[in-house]
């Protein structure tokens, strides 16, 4: 067996790039709470998840964190702009509004790495994403002092 047909092999047993849009976008409705169900069997049993402010491991874990933020949120909402894909990974760009409990929705803005190992399965999950910076810019009083305040101590 030739090294390109096992790249073949790698990249056909892992789902679409058009298949995690259509999965990944279900996942997030306008009207009421969001339910990740469909796309659990996508992830590998040691999956590693990670974005601003956690670190996950294993999809016991993974599944209770997606449970509780259903729990928190009273509607949430992807939109996905752009991906790209480049071997076993896939990169996207998106918008999550989401609104919880009496706050007005907010929108967040970033991106999502998955990683996929050989059996097609996510073996690693990075989100990146300003979650303070884009929910105070919602807030007139404290978006000018957040702004300033990573101005001046971030760059």
């Given at each position: 067996m030739y090294?390109?047909?096992?790249?073949?092999?790698?990249?056909?047993?892992?789902?679409?790039?058009?298949?995690?849009?259509?999965?990944?976008?279900r996942t997030?409705?306008r009207e009421?709470?969001?339910?990740?169900?469909?796309?659990?069997?996508?992830?590998?049993?040691?999956?590693?998840?990670?974005?601003?402010?956690?670190?996950?491991?294993?999809?016991?874990?993974?599944?209770?964190?997606?449970?509780?933020?259903?729990?928190?949120?009273?509607?949430?909402?992807?939109?996905?702009?752009?991906?790209?894909?480049?071997?076993?990974?896939?990169?996207?760009?998106?918008?999550?509004?989401?609104?919880?409990?009496?706050?007005?929705?907010?929108?967040?803005?970033?991106?999502?790495?998955?990683?996929?190992?050989?059996?097609?399965?996510?073996?690693?999950?990075?989100?990146?994403?300003?979650?303070?910076?884009?929910?105070?810019?919602?807030?007139?009083?404290?978006?000018?002092?957040?702004?300033?305040?990573?101005?001046?101590?971030?760059?």
């Amino acid at each position: 067996m030739y090294i390109s047909d096992i790249e073949e092999i790698r990249e056909s047993s892992r789902p679409s790039i058009e298949e995690i849009r259509t999965q990944w976008s279900r996942t997030y409705s306008r009207e009421g709470k969001p339910d990740w169900s469909h796309i659990f069997p996508y992830y590998h049993e040691d999956i590693v998840f990670q974005d601003s402010i956690q670190r996950i491991e294993g999809k016991e874990d993974f599944v209770a964190m997606c449970r509780r933020l259903t729990k928190r949120c009273r509607s949430l909402h992807m939109e996905i702009h752009e991906m790209t894909e480049e071997g076993n990974t896939i990169m996207m760009d998106w918008t999550m509004t989401m609104s919880f409990r009496m706050f007005p929705s907010s929108p967040i803005y970033g991106a999502t790495k998955l990683l996929f190992n050989e059996e097609g399965q996510i073996i690693h999950q990075r989100d990146y994403y300003d979650l303070w910076g884009d929910i105070y810019d919602g807030i007139p009083f404290y978006k000018p002092f957040y702004r300033w305040y990573m101005r001046k101590f971030f760059g």
